[in-house]
């Protein structure tokens, strides 16, 4: 070879490799950027969520710490044992289903997926998003699993391994099934259970295996993009006006923004959870204690429940010269939202009532706490809806308002020893309501008539 031609050579190995560094720079940049969306994204509906949860939890480890439930789990026998891991499974795969959607389907990545790029790289940057996302609960996961060490390091590690294998496996699963239905997520639900409970009857290393197996078969579908959420829904607003303008409200918040509403719900159903563990382990907590937890409870439940009227009036703010041109009777717009906001509460009636009621006496309670709530609740985030229209900050962010005024009422409550001390506050609003509509109408009319049809001039 002469020199001319290993000059050339050499300039070519040098071009590639500089190429592949380019290549790697883009690559890693563009992983960046992608975390930075999607997180962003997921933060704006999950941030809200988790301060409601870390809240009754903070109280919960304050009176059952980390370390007292742990032991209470390992000595129970092993039938129980699977069956409150996999319900535990069960929460957090509805809790965090929203969230992992965003990060694994949203419709952010949907341009990004038509880029060349190989299988494996968005494999590594979706779990790369998981295990950021999961961190707590695979947290969680190593300190249940610590004790096992003292049978051996080896079975600690594999027990571990299983479990945080199947929950991932079993978030992946849930959201490539997204566009089939209630049903089939409620099957995923199921089948992840399932496995859990598998995984702590079996030996270790079993349910080691099991885990890696379910998780080998749903990386497989990770390297391709995930389903969009099917866009048909049924329904259409129709009946009597409260009925319509309520249905209205609904449809709106569940297509428009379904991640919040799946949040509201992963909230009540974890608010439903924490009372039913209190209740099961009633012996080895105070009674005050455990009626002030279900009191506070039913707070949460009923301000995440009720925030959807709020949600709902954002996203109609846009179409208002619209519904105005109908003629909305007033009476029937108050009701509306009214009907909303307590309709939000209903699933942690649903499930809550038959539930805590038959784990102990003091869960008969928690209908009535959750009644007079609700109808707090509701009546503050209606009256304060139309406060800001009024006062045209109706999209502005109200998050330390909100968690303010929830911890005003737990005080309350607390110093009460009863949820009835929220009425007199309720009637409060109740009072102010009229009149802050009234403010709102004339606030729309002032600034958005050059926007009506019109007919309506």
Known sequence: MTSDESSVAVMGSKARLTMQRSDARARRALRHRLTALVYR??????????????????????????????????????????????AAHAIYGLATLPVVRLLLGSERLRWWWALPLPAGWWRRVHLQHLA??????????????????????????????????ITLAGQIALVST?????AVTVAWIAAWASLVAAAVSLPSVAGAGLGLGA???????????????????????????????ARLGALAVRRREPVALGWGLAVELVAVGLAALALSKSSAIEPDSLAALLRGLTLVCAMVGSAVSLRATRLLDGDRPWLDSWGIDPRHERSARLLLAAVGVLPAALVGTPLLAGLDPL??????????????????VVTTSFALEARRALHRPRLLRALLRMGAALILVGIAGTGLILLP???????????????ADRARQRFETSQRDDHEH
């Open 215 to 245: 998780l080998a078969v749903a990386l497989r579908r990770l390297g391709r993009p995930m389903p969009e959420r099917s866009a048909r829904r049924r329904g259409a607003a129709g009946g009597p006006p409260v009925v319509a303008l």
């Open 363 to 380: 869960g008969r309670a928690w209908l009535p706490e959750l009644l007079v709530a609700t109808a707090w609740a509701s009546l503050g």
């Open 178 to 182: 997204t566009d089939r239905g209630a």
């Open 132 to 165: 950021l996302l999961d961190a707590p609960w695979l947290l969680a996961i190593g300190y249940g699993v610590a004790p096992l060490s003292r049978g051996g390091l080896g079975e600690a590690i594999a027990a571990g391994v299983g479990f945080m294998a």
């Open 425 to 439: 506050w309720a009637l409060l609003d109740a009072m102010r309501l009229p009149s802050a509509q009234r403010r």
């Open 41 to 86: 994204d997921a933060a704006r509906s999950y941030g809200l969520g988790l301060a409601l949860v870390v809240m009754p939890l903070v109280y919960l480890f304050r009176e059952w710490p980390p370390w007292a439930i742990r032991d209470a789990l390992h000595g129970l026998p092993a039938a129980e044992r699977a069956g409150w891991m996999a």
